[in-house]
């Protein structure tokens, strides 16, 4: 895949997850945020076979009680990060910046896929609220937070470089 097309993700993600720090929106963030519930057919398109149904199965608490996104007023920048599934499997650059996590279940993801992790940020600060877990699929986005906590165990993780763009 074409650096390129990485930074056209890369866009489209600012684009989509600048929404979340805009004032005017901040009383639709829960709408918002529900916009991003996989649909049932998402999660094999996202994990492997051999997981997906575990992957379906833990998210479902997630979604049946999804908590308000921890966005403050002060938080107006933003940091992304994009990889490929295959970077977390290869443990290059990109998947730095994604949290450990990503490595230990790099094997149970559907290849090709798009992987975002990105930080709401003060601008007096230098670290933020991080989250994770956005993919796109296609013509929208889903969002799978820590899929390392929803899938079956995996290897160790080895130690991530904090984020940073």
Request: aromatic share 10%; net charge negative; proline share 10%.
């Amino acid at each position: 895949m074409r650096e390129q097309t990485l930074d056209m993700y890369h866009q489209e993600a600012r684009v989509l997850l600048s929404r979340f720090l805009d004032p005017a929106l901040a009383a639709t963030r829960m709408d918002m945020a529900q916009a991003l519930r996989p649909e049932p057919n998402d999660y094999a398109r996202v994990f492997l076979p051999t997981v997906a149904e575990a992957a379906r199965t833990g998210y479902s608490v997630l979604w049946e009680n999804l908590p308000p996104w921890p966005v403050r007023d002060d938080q107006v920048r933003l940091e992304i990060a994009v990889a490929r599934s295959e970077d977390f499997v290869e443990r290059n650059e990109r998947a730095q910046h994604f949290p450990g996590g990503y490595l230990s279940i790099a094997s149970q993801l559907q290849p090709g896929q798009i992987w975002v992790c990105w930080e709401f940020i003060a601008p007096s600060r230098e670290a933020g609220v991080a989250m994770d877990g956005l993919v796109s699929l296609g013509t929208r986005w889903a969002w799978f937070p820590k899929p390392w906590k929803v899938l079956p165990s995996a290897p160790p993780l080895l130690p991530m470089r904090h984020f940073s763009e």
